[in-house]
């Protein structure tokens, strides 16, 4: 009896197991759709200064962040007090809002397709940044990949004739993130509390000085119109967007094995791509082809070695 209740426990087990990865898969998947789908929502605020955007893209991201913390009961106040969360989080807040910014921008700009290769590029940045922060070893797999990006972006410079800055310090900047998170170890929910709310009273003395710069500003500046009350709620919206994927990521980390999370993470770029060439009407030359292939051939042997290493 005691065997058939062990048995029965065990399959209840499992089954919560497999139900959990699912859920944490679906997360995963939600959240690469939307942070892809992103450049779409940038597009609607194009008339909106991309400083301003990221303004308002932290003071509403700290209104949810809030919000999260209190339903789940997290304390992110306790966090803030201490010395050691202000020596990490205090320069990764500094690193996203760089990346926030240059993105929208990017958008503005309609460099969608740029964008996208930036975050090709960024798993072999954190490949780098680990090996630089972390003394971690390339394999021969991971030097390859390595070599392969950097073909590829040197035959860009040279045959489109500039460089992909846009994409380098996109890569450069979201890489350099992550390695400073790694080595904090907090929670990703109380992380971005932490963060945004770092961030907060700059974000709203930009948002004043943007305004009297510039002599007008985008927030609750028409509220006669339908037009001007459509800018002011996608700005605050604009915080769940920027609040929501990182919740679904934080829920897809903790639920899916990392190597499976990895291969997720290629549906962002892959939508920003497509978006960036069929919706936006970017050109794709030879030498954004050429570029890409080297990349996606780097990323195919890192993401076989993650495979293969498992096993």
């Not at 919560?16 to 597009?43: F, H, M, N, S, T």
């Not at 962040?65 to 789940?72: E, H, K």
């Not at 390859?144 to 489109?160: N, P, R």
């Amino acid at each position: 009896m005691a065997t058939g209740t062990s048995e029965g426990r065990a399959q209840t087990g499992e089954r919560d197991a497999a139900a959990e990865q699912r859920r944490g898969v679906i997360a995963g998947a939600l959240c690469y759709v939307v942070w892809g789908l992103l450049p779409l929502y940038w597009k609607l605020l194009s008339e909106v200064n991309p400083f301003e955007i990221t303004c308002h893209r932290i003071i509403w991201c700290f209104a949810v962040m809030v919000l999260v913390c209190a339903v789940l009961r997290q304390d992110f106040v306790g966090l803030l007090r201490q010395r050691r969360t202000w020596k990490y989080l205090g320069p990764a807040a500094l690193l996203i809002t760089f990346n926030w910014t240059l993105y929208i921008y990017a958008v503005s700009i309609d460099c969608i397709v740029e964008t996208a290769l930036g975050y090709y590029i960024n798993p072999l940045v954190s490949i780098l940044l680990g090996v630089v922060a972390f003394r971690e070893r390339l394999t021969p797999l991971q030097t390859a990949a390595t070599a392969l990006c950097a073909g590829g972006i040197l035959f860009f410079t040279v045959s489109y004739g500039q460089f992909p800055w846009i994409s380098v310090l996109l890569a450069v900047s979201f890489g350099a993130y992550g390695a400073v998170k790694k080595a904090a170890g907090y929670p990703a929910t109380q992380a971005l509390a932490v963060e945004s709310s770092m961030l907060l009273v700059p974000a709203i003395a930009a948002a004043f000085v943007i305004a009297g710069a510039t002599g007008s500003h985008a927030f609750l500046a028409d509220t006669g119109s339908v037009h001007g009350w459509t800018i002011t709620v996608l700005l605050v919206v604009a915080g769940a967007m920027t609040a929501l994927p990182l919740v679904l990521f934080g829920k897809a980390a903790t639920s899916i094995p990392l190597s499976l999370l990895g291969f997720l993470q290629y549906i962002s770029p892959t939508i920003a791509l497509l978006i960036g060439v069929f919706v936006n009407g970017e050109p794709f030359t030879l030498a954004h082809a050429v570029c890409f292939g080297c990349i996606w051939g780097g990323l195919a042997l890192v993401g076989y070695e993650s495979v293969r290493k498992p096993r």
